[in-house]
């Protein structure tokens, strides 16, 4: 029994040295922004104000690491409000019956230093479909406010709002079928 335990010891202690560290966004310092364009002469952006980026880092190599983000899509916010009640009708997102999106990574591979292509699979509008975004480590530092470590990282890209059947009513004249989105969150260990 003693070698059991110490054998089981001895792979908790491994793996925590050189497992994952989950890292966690804070709400108050990470946001989800978008961007189409209007007319095909305007660029109209908005957000999502309630999303969280959850990592579970490998550190040992990073590129093993695995990313998921949920959004909230009553969050929507464009400053608009009658235009936020519009895109959370089933004319665009349908917020009633799919009131999350989230994303799944299944692949991270690194670019140059700090910079990564992520892909992995989105689900929004009931439709899961692959996306290619890119992640950007931004840095990390000791919050002096909470003494814990910080890390910043930054996901972008582009998305066909026609691949989900999000307003589809809506010729791409009138709004932008390519959506730009970034997000960019602040991270603690859990």
């Known amino acids: 029994m003693k070698k059991l335990l110490t054998l089981l010891t001895a792979l908790v202690v491994s793996v925590s040295a050189y497992g ?3 890292l966690k966004s804070d709400a108050a310092h990470s946001l989800i922004q978008f961007e189409a364009v209007h007319l095909g002469i305007n660029d109209i952006s908005g957000s999502f104000n309630k999303s969280n980026l959850t990592i579970d880092a490998n550190e040992k190599d990073f590129a093993k690491s695995k990313l998921t983000f949920n959004v909230d899509v009553n969050s929507i916010d464009t400053h608009v409000e009658a235009r936020d009640n519009h895109l959370k009708s089933a004319e665009f997102f349908d917020a009633a019956q799919y009131p999350a999106m989230e994303f799944v990574s299944t692949s991270l591979k690194k670019d140059a230093t700090n910079k990564y292509t992520l892909n992995g699979k989105l689900t929004m509008h009931g439709v899961t479909k692959p996306v290619t975004l890119s ?6 530092t000791v919050n002096a406010m909470n003494k814990k470590t910080t890390y910043g990282y930054q996901v972008s890209g582009q998305l066909k709002r026609s691949d989900f059947g999000v307003g589809s009513k809506f010729p791409a004249a009138m709004i932008s079928d390519e959506i730009k989105i970034k997000g960019n969150f602040e991270l603690t260990a859990e």
């Open 135 to 140: 992640l950007v480590y931004k840095g990390s």
């Open 20 to 22: 994952q560290l989950v």
